[in-house]
Antibody, heavy 121, light 110 residues
Framework: EVQLVESGGDLAKPGGSLRLSCAAS????????MTWVRQIPGKGLEWVGR???????DYAAPVKGRFTLSRDDSRATVYLQMNSLKTEDTALYYC???????????????WGQGTLVTVSS | QSVLTQPPSTSGTPGQSVTISCSGS????????VYWYQQLPRTAPKLLIY???QRPAGVPDRFSGSKSGTSASLAISGLRSEDEADYYC???????????FGGGTKLSVL
């Protein structure tokens, strides 16, 4: 089955850390560009960052320097290491990807169910 | 405040047509393709339109996208109750080197 499954969301304190995982199945993960998008409950979607198949990464300004994307192609998993967490990082975090023959962070036709991160003291 | 401007809400009655606008600038919409996503309540977003005006397989032709200059639009014809959702435009911003989402438009089908 073609799917993405996020995990790792939890309650964390401001200044703390969390690592989110996104496990992929059903497609050639090593070729995929993986993207993270977050959504504050009741609010809009916000791009977090992406990791290309060559491990090149890009980040949104609010998370740059605090969040790090990595991937393990042998496990078909992408990781989002979140450090120096702030209350404003509280959100549902989705990972997403596009068709195997498309190298894009805009064309996202496969999404996970999301994992909830709550940052609160 | 998003770099891409969408109306916060719009509405229509079943069978009507509505258009959702997305306004940007030369560094984003003006020079990159626009994508549209539909998010039904409590679900992950779904790709509705790619590369300005292309529909993925399975998306009804009631949904259409267009782009002109620094603005894009999503048109929905023959409104149905199941179209009630949030709609987002997305593109790349070459000046910021990031993907940007519009603020989203909540469509109500009255």
């Amino acid at each position: 089955e073609v799917q993405l499954v996020e995990s790792g969301g939890d309650l964390a304190k401001p200044g703390g850390s969390l690592r989110l995982s996104c496990a992929a199945s059903g497609f050639t993960f090593s070729n995929a560009w993986m993207t993270w998008v977050r959504q504050i409950p009741g609010k809009g979607l916000e791009w977090v960052g992406r990791i290309k198949n060559d491990e090149t990464t890009d980040y949104a300004a609010p998370v740059k320097g605090r969040f790090t994307l990595s991937r393990d192609d042998s496990r078909a998993t992408v990781y989002l290491q979140m450090n120096s967490l702030k209350t404003e990082d509280t959100a549902l975090y989705y990972c997403a990807t596009g068709p195997e023959n498309v190298r894009s962070s805009l064309w996202l036709d496969l999404w996970g169910q999301g994992t909830l991160v709550t940052v609160s003291s | 405040q998003s770099v891409l401007t969408q109306p916060p809400s719009t509405s229509g009655t079943p069978g009507q047509s509505v258009t959702i606008s997305c306004s940007g600038s030369s560094s984003n919409i003006g020079s990159n393709a626009v994508y549209w996503y539909q998010q039904l309540p409590r679900t992950a977003p779904k790709l509705l339109i790619y590369r300005n005006n292309q529909r993925p397989a399975g998306v009804p032709d009631r949904f259409s996208g267009s782009k002109s200059g620094t603005s894009a639009s999503l048109a929905i014809s023959g409104l149905r109750s199941e179209d009630e959702a949030d709609y987002y435009c997305v593109t790349w911003d070459g000046s910021l080197s990031v993907v940007i989402f519009g603020g989203g438009t909540k469509l109500s089908v009255l």
